[in-house]
């Protein structure tokens, strides 16, 4: 690579090896393009981040090293050189560190003054959380939607970046006291600020689910006791079921309240269990569900209602009456097998 | 007259460090550039995704024209060992082929980056837009900044070499120009990856 000839005693490099380096900075470019052009879906893109910075600090080192002849020339301009990145790497860290670090705390601090809510309001159980309040310190953030499930009052808020890669990241969710006014309760989460306007209608659903509102009403406790003693340990306290294995309810139980005879499918399904092939949410799953023929008409209906009012399902409910035992105890006794009460399943547009 | 005289004094007339010191400053200044552009891209980094309106970076940003540009520009630095190489031989035609080619692949970057920022501008996306606006007009406007500089000082050489003869003894200038003209294009691979890639990675 090194040149005997050079009027200024430089050992520069020959004008093959130069355009052997054009060569490679050339096909590196052409490789960070086609990575984000034909994006493998199997690459995360925590190492693509990664491959694109080797890739780059490979062509600047290309470019330093032979273009600019720092690795042959004399230290004094390495030293130059390296203070400057130095300091330019230096900046860039203390720029990320004053500015993350600066909203971190302050959403420390907004979660590090709890139980302010339960006391402010009088409710009794903020059921082990402690509030946490609504971060002002995320400017960039605006409310996007705020969700509670009916029976423990717990407030989803998600905190709405314009772009849909932070949209998930930052989603709060916290317990509130189980009785008192919930308009009070999250305005005191909004540290007096102004209410979003969607919390009025989350509040008055959310009232006629806790409060018990005639035509509304349901074994909210008992519904979610039977749900954490018998169906738990296969659809999961999230309601996401596990992949594969177990079908998720999450967004779907909704779906088949909503049609014709998915009420006494339901009902079916519990009683009689499940057997054979099944499409549900994208996925088949071929498997069984025992009977629970041995819960009492009332857990049956209260374990329905639940699930089909938690986990986003009640968004999807068009109407809703609850299940009431009755019904439950109309439909024993028939002795379906468990392929039997799948033939039931009315047919669904949706998941 | 007199002004010449003393500078060739000056450049060459070894110093306390034994260094030519047009290539001295021109690293120190380098290095301090290093600094700013670091300022400018972690000023970037910083607001990255905190935009709360449109343009976004992902609306706008088109990765096969930059990536062509970005090819340009890297290649425009090849141009630029080509030219130094053949002015330290003294291979004058081949030294002033190569300046004028870097110096035009220069200028096709910027025309590059005169479409990018006129079809931003189309799109809605200004200086003070959004987060994103300001912080990519700086930072991708001070380099374009940087690279018209470096188209000008080519040209000065290029015409002075008509001018006055050129030959290997003048390689310094060219060579610190070169140093100006590589650094650019170093920035501009960091730019690359950390504004367009990385965006849709």
């Given at each position: 690579?090194?040149?005997p000839?050079?009027n200024?005693?430089?050992?520069?490099?020959?004008v093959?090896?130069y355009?052997?380096?054009?060569?490679?900075?050339?096909?590196?470019?052409?490789v960070?393009?086609?990575?984000?052009?034909?994006?493998?879906?199997w690459?995360?893109?925590?190492?693509?981040?990664?491959?694109?910075?080797?890739?780059?600090v490979?062509?600047?080192?290309?470019?330093?090293a032979?273009?600019?002849?720092l690795?042959?020339d004399?230290?004094t301009?390495?030293g130059?050189?390296?203070?400057?990145?130095?300091?330019?790497?230096?900046?860039?860290?203390?720029?990320?560190?004053?500015?993350?670090?600066?909203?971190?705390?302050s959403?420390?601090a907004?979660?590090?003054?709890?139980?302010?809510?339960a006391?402010?309001?009088?409710?009794?159980?903020?059921?082990?959380?402690?509030?946490?309040?609504i971060?002002?310190g995320?400017p960039?953030?605006?409310?996007?939607?705020?969700e509670s499930?009916g029976?423990?009052?717990?407030?989803?808020?998600?905190?709405?970046?314009?772009r849909?890669?932070?949209?998930?990241?930052?989603?709060?969710?916290?317990?509130l006291?189980?009785?008192?006014?919930?308009?009070?309760?999250?305005?005191?989460?909004?540290?007096?600020?102004?209410?979003?306007?969607?919390?009025?209608?989350?509040?008055?659903a959310?009232?006629?689910f806790?409060?018990g509102?005639?035509?509304?009403?349901?074994?909210?406790e008992?519904?979610?006791?039977?749900?954490?003693?018998?169906?738990?340990?296969?659809?999961?306290?999230t309601g996401?079921?596990?992949?594969?294995?177990f079908?998720?309810?999450?967004?779907?139980?909704?779906?088949?309240?909503?049609v014709?005879?998915?009420?006494?499918?339901?009902?079916?399904?519990?009683?009689?269990g499940?057997?054979?092939?099944?499409e549900?949410?994208?996925?088949?799953?071929?498997?069984?569900?025992?009977?629970?023929s041995?819960?009492?008409?009332?857990?049956?209906?209260?374990?329905?209602?639940?699930?089909?009012?938690?986990?986003?399902?009640?968004?999807?409910?068009?109407?809703?009456t609850?299940?009431?035992?009755d019904?439950?105890?109309?439909?024993?006794?028939?002795?379906?097998?468990?392929a039997?009460?799948?033939?039931?399943?009315?047919?669904?547009e949706?998941? | 007259?007199?002004?010449?005289v003393?500078?060739?004094?000056?450049?060459?007339?070894?110093?306390?460090?034994?260094?030519?010191?047009?290539?001295?400053i021109?690293?120190?200044?380098?290095?301090?550039?290093c600094?700013?552009?670091?300022?400018?891209?972690?000023?970037?980094?910083?607001?990255?995704?905190?935009?709360?309106?449109?343009?976004f970076?992902?609306?706008?940003?088109?990765?096969?024209?930059?990536?062509?540009?970005s090819?340009?520009?890297?290649?425009?630095?090849?141009?630029m060992?080509?030219?130094?190489?053949?002015?330290?031989?003294?291979d004058?035609?081949?030294?002033?082929?190569?300046?004028?080619?870097?110096?035009?692949?220069?200028?096709?970057?910027?025309?590059?980056?005169?479409?990018?920022?006129?079809t931003?501008?189309?799109?809605?996306?200004?200086?003070?837009?959004?987060?994103?606006?300001?912080?990519?007009?700086?930072l991708?406007g001070?380099?374009?900044?940087?690279?018209?500089?470096?188209?000008?000082?080519?040209?000065?050489i290029?015409?002075?070499?008509?001018?006055?003869?050129?030959?290997?003894?003048?390689a310094?200038?060219?060579e610190?120009?070169?140093?100006?003209?590589?650094?650019?294009?170093i920035?501009w691979?960091?730019?690359?990856?950390v504004?367009?890639?990385?965006?849709?990675?």
């Open positions: 690579m090194s040149d000839r050079g200024h005693g430089h050992r520069g490099s020959s093959a090896a355009t052997a380096i054009a060569l490679i900075l050339g096909a590196i470019t052409f960070e393009f086609a990575v984000i052009q034909w994006r493998l879906d690459i995360s893109t925590g190492w693509l981040v990664f491959g694109l910075v080797v890739l780059s490979g062509k600047f080192w290309l470019v330093v032979f273009f600019m002849h690795k042959d004399e230290n301009y390495s130059f050189f390296t203070i400057g990145m130095v300091f330019a790497l230096g900046t860039f860290v203390a720029l990320g560190f004053l500015f993350t670090v600066g909203s971190v705390s959403v420390w907004k979660a590090n003054a709890p139980q302010e809510i006391s402010e309001t009088g409710g009794h159980g903020a059921a082990g959380g402690g509030g946490h309040g971060p002002k995320i960039e953030a605006t409310l996007a939607n705020i499930d029976y423990s009052r717990s407030l989803t808020v998600l905190l709405d970046t314009p849909p890669k932070d949209h998930e990241a930052i989603q709060i969710s916290f317990p006291p189980e009785t008192g006014d919930f308009q009070l309760q999250v305005a005191s989460l909004f540290g007096g600020a102004g209410v979003p306007d969607m919390v009025e209608d989350t509040t008055t959310d009232r006629a806790a409060q509102e005639p035509g509304l009403s349901f074994d909210t008992l519904g979610l006791e039977t749900f954490n003693t018998t169906c738990v340990a296969c659809h999961q306290s996401q079921g596990l992949p594969g294995a079908p998720p309810l999450v967004e779907h139980a909704a779906n088949l309240y909503n014709e005879g998915g009420r006494d499918y339901l009902i079916s399904a519990v009683l009689y499940l057997q054979g092939p099944v549900i949410a994208g996925t088949t799953y071929n498997s069984v569900m025992a009977p629970w041995s819960l009492s008409d009332e857990q049956v209906a209260a374990v329905l209602n639940y699930v089909v009012t938690s986990w986003g399902n009640r968004e999807l409910l068009t109407e809703f609850p299940i009431s035992p019904e439950v105890a109309a439909l024993r006794g028939q002795g379906l097998s468990g039997q009460a799948l033939e039931l399943r009315p047919s669904l949706g998941p | 007259m007199s002004g010449s003393a500078l060739e004094q000056v450049e060459h007339q070894p110093h306390r460090t034994g260094l030519p010191d047009l290539k001295l021109m690293w120190l200044f380098l290095a301090s550039d600094m700013f552009f670091g300022t400018l891209i972690g000023t970037y980094l910083v607001y990255q995704g905190r935009s709360l309106e449109g343009p970076p992902a609306d706008v940003l088109d990765i096969p024209v930059t990536t062509v540009s090819f340009v520009l890297l290649m425009s630095s090849f141009l060992v080509l030219a130094l190489h053949a002015l330290r031989k003294d004058i035609p081949r030294f002033r082929l190569w300046t004028f080619g870097v110096a035009f692949f220069g200028s096709v970057f910027l025309g590059f980056q005169v479409f990018e920022f006129s931003f501008a189309l799109e809605g996306l200004s200086l003070n837009q959004n987060l994103f606006g300001s912080t990519f007009f700086v991708t001070t380099h374009g900044i940087h690279v018209t500089v470096g188209v000008l000082m080519l040209l000065s290029l015409i002075l070499s008509f001018v006055k003869p050129m030959s290997s003894k003048d310094i200038f060219l610190v120009t070169g140093l100006y003209w590589h650094f650019v294009d920035v691979i960091v730019i690359f990856t504004v367009y890639l990385v965006e849709f990675a």
